[in-house]
């Protein structure tokens, strides 16, 4: 009996090392039948490549000659040769892979399995989508095999994985095409929708009018490029605006910001909005007309439907990763990133900057057409227009775009953030004053015209407004400058570590002598 008990235990012990072993020794997904028949298809239908080829690639097969197979179809169709029995085992003949798959008899074979290709298209999704999962088995075996490897750095290993997962998705993310009639209608109702809203606008509004009459504001799927050299504003215009869609239009926006703290971000939107110097933001000596201008004014910073996110060295999988999740949970309509030449593509390589930088511009695009919403990514020029003369030449040009000519083409449109009075010019061709104005240069709008806003900038609250908005006379700095500009480590230097206080949970200082308690 002990005997017996002792082999049922090791009958039950070999069952369960069974079906461990049948769980783990799984054959990958595949339909060799299905790749036969769209092969033998392929070779009694000259049309039949037209309607595969869109869908299949050379590496959709699992078996690895009805590959070289699909691959000498391949070679024949761009070649615009006919594709049958004979040209297909000449073609393999050429390839060096006749031998490989069989010899002749297997391509006939192929050819009189099938005896019309009426199903080729179905066989051939059944394929692609068995690729698709052999890639993801692939793909999620790799990060395991390496998640268990405690010398490689998860942080890494997250990149890695964010890349290839991309990768995965961008090479498998086909539309198919569309008849007009129901792209007509929609663009009807778009119009009707338009119609419907006297003020023109049919995007996300800026808060300035003049630019929003030549933009009707940021327009879904569109890619902006705002550009300017170092201390032109360029933050301080990407925060306004901000400021004016979350706080006055109430839209939800999220910004990210590569070079600033969040708390960094608070306190210039703050001196934005209770129009306080961004230097007494910092060191707390507010007057008392100040701190009451905080107490009432930082309302309307509460409960602004804005999202910040100061993730340094962003990646545009993280971002495309995080940009989905704002949109999904809180309805997020625009997107701001502070700026484009600070994120990177880790997880691919690259022979140059220029080439990265062309992959995260590319894949901006790619991301706003996919949520369909705007997204406005800030950019560095280069050092072109510091060389040239006169009032024109120290207009930036598309071509001082730093890095990278990709940037250009992505872009629906390319705006330039420009000072003319930080080149001591202080009037422009048509006579008008340039004191303490900037222009905002449209350069390229692939739906509308091109031009030039002006706007008024005060430097000392990081504020652009519309130009009859001035609620007070601009009032000089304590160095006697009438504005300033916030530090940047584009602008030559980091700005010093602030001593913060929290904005809803710690102390504030006290405020000057009899002025009133904030909050």
């Not at 783990?24 to 790749?35: F, I, T």
């Not at 327009?219 to 004016?244: W, Y």
């Amino acid at each position: 009996m002990p005997e017996q008990n002792q082999n049922k235990g090791t009958r039950r012990t070999s069952r369960r090392a069974a079906q461990q072993d049948i769980a783990y020794a799984r054959l990958q997904p595949q339909d060799v039948e299905a790749e036969r028949l769209v092969l033998g298809a392929l070779m009694i239908d000259r049309d039949a490549y037209a309607i595969v080829g869109e869908i299949l690639r050379v590496d959709s097969f699992y078996e690895q000659r009805h590959s070289k197979i699909y691959q000498a179809v391949q070679d024949l169709s761009l070649k615009e040769n006919p594709v049958d029995v004979v040209t297909v085992t000449d073609q393999l003949a050429k390839n060096g892979d006749l031998e490989d798959i069989g010899g002749p008899m297997y391509i006939a074979e192929l050819s009189n399995r099938v005896s019309s290709s009426a199903n080729v298209e179905y066989h051939a999704r059944i394929i692609a989508r068995k690729s698709l999962a052999r890639q993801m088995i692939s793909f999620a075996g790799s990060i395991e095999t390496e998640a268990f490897d405690e010398t490689n750095d998860i942080d890494e290993l997250m990149q890695r994985a964010e890349s290839d997962l991309f990768t995965i998705s961008q090479a498998n993310m086909k539309k198919d095409y569309t008849q007009i009639d129901p792209v007509v209608r929609q663009a009807i109702e778009t119009i009707q929708k338009a119609a419907a809203n006297k003020s023109g606008m049919t995007g996300v509004p800026t808060g300035y009018r003049e630019l929003d009459k030549k933009t009707s504001g940021w327009q879904s799927s569109d890619l902006i490029i705002i550009a300017g050299r170092p201390a032109m504003g360029k933050t301080s215009f990407a925060l306004s605006m901000a400021k004016n869609i979350a706080c006055d239009y109430q839209v939800p926006i999220a910004f990210f910001s590569l070079e600033m703290s969040n708390v960094q971000l608070v306190n210039r939107l703050m001196s934005n909005v209770c129009e306080i110097a961004g230097s007494r933001i910092l060191n707390g000596q507010l007057q008392p007309d100040e701190w009451e201008r905080l107490d009432k004014r930082v309302n309307d910073l509460l409960g602004a439907p804005l999202y910040v996110d100061e993730t340094p060295g962003l990646s545009v999988f993280e971002l495309r990763t995080k940009a989905r999740r704002l949109v999904r949970e809180h309805g997020v309509k625009i997107i701001m990133i502070d700026y484009l030449q600070l994120m990177n593509a880790s997880g691919m390589r690259f022979n140059s900057r220029q080439e990265e930088v062309a992959k995260i511009s590319q894949s901006l695009k790619g991301l706003a057409k996919e949520l369909d919403i705007p997204i406005i990514a800030l950019s560095q020029l280069n050092r072109g227009e510091e060389g040239r003369d006169g009032l024109e030449g120290k207009r930036p040009q598309l071509s001082d775009l730093r890095e990278s000519g990709a940037i250009e083409q992505d872009a629906d449109m390319v705006m330039f953030v420009h000072r003319p009075e930080y080149y001591h010019i202080f009037e422009d061709e048509k006579g008008r004053d340039l004191h303490g104005m900037a222009q905002i240069i449209i350069a390229k709008h692939r739906k509308g015209s091109t031009g030039d806003v002006l706007l008024t900038f005060r430097g000392e609250f990081t504020r652009f407004e519309n130009p009859d908005e001035h609620s007070f006379k601009r009032r000089k700095s304590d160095d006697g400058q009438e504005g300033e500009i916030m530090g940047s480590r584009v602008n030559g230097g980091s700005p010093e570590p602030i001593d913060t206080y929290g904005t809803f949970g710690g102390e504030m200082p006290p405020p000057a002598d009899n002025g009133p308690l904030p909050f």
